[in-house]
Nanobody, 126 residues
Framework: QVQLVESGGGSVQAGGSLRLSCAAS????????MTWFRQAPGKERQGVAA????????YYADSVKGRFTISQDNAKNTVYLQMNSLKPEDSAMYYC???????????????????WGQGTQVTVSS
């Protein structure tokens, strides 16, 4: 079993920054596709960013390219999402998800992610 705990959410004005963290614990696999998803009230879940922990290859949704950066700290078993130039439309609950022993091919559809965190709220005011 893998446990994921997100932190770092909060309220910020448009143009501001936040850094989300996703700390993993429990059983450790040699490779993951680690991702961030978000869901706003009344909207479908949206893939935000992903990282292949073996290749350290990163992927982004078009809506966040150039503003968000996903990274990992293997020593801390933690994945980060640095969010800059935040917009009101970035407001959502942000979830970390993990797919063990997998590449990130097709990550954005959110399928086959066996482990999810509880979420952290991000609110961006205009």
């Amino acid at each position: 079993q893998v446990q994921l705990v997100e932190s770092g959410g909060g309220s910020v004005q448009a143009g501001g920054s936040l850094r989300l963290s996703c700390a993993a614990s429990g059983y450790t696999y040699s490779r993951y596709c680690m991702t961030w998803f978000r869901q706003a009230p009344g909207k479908e879940r949206q893939g935000v960013a992903a990282i292949d922990t073996r290749l350290v290859t990163t992927y982004y949704a078009d809506s966040v390219k150039g503003r968000f950066t996903i990274s990992q700290d293997n020593a801390k078993n933690t994945v980060y999402l640095q969010m800059n130039s935040l917009k009101p439309e970035d407001s959502a609950m942000y979830y970390c998800a993990a797919k063990p022993l997998s590449t990130c091919v097709g990550w954005i559809n959110g399928k086959s992610f066996g482990y999810w965190g509880q979420g952290t709220q991000v609110t961006v005011s205009s």
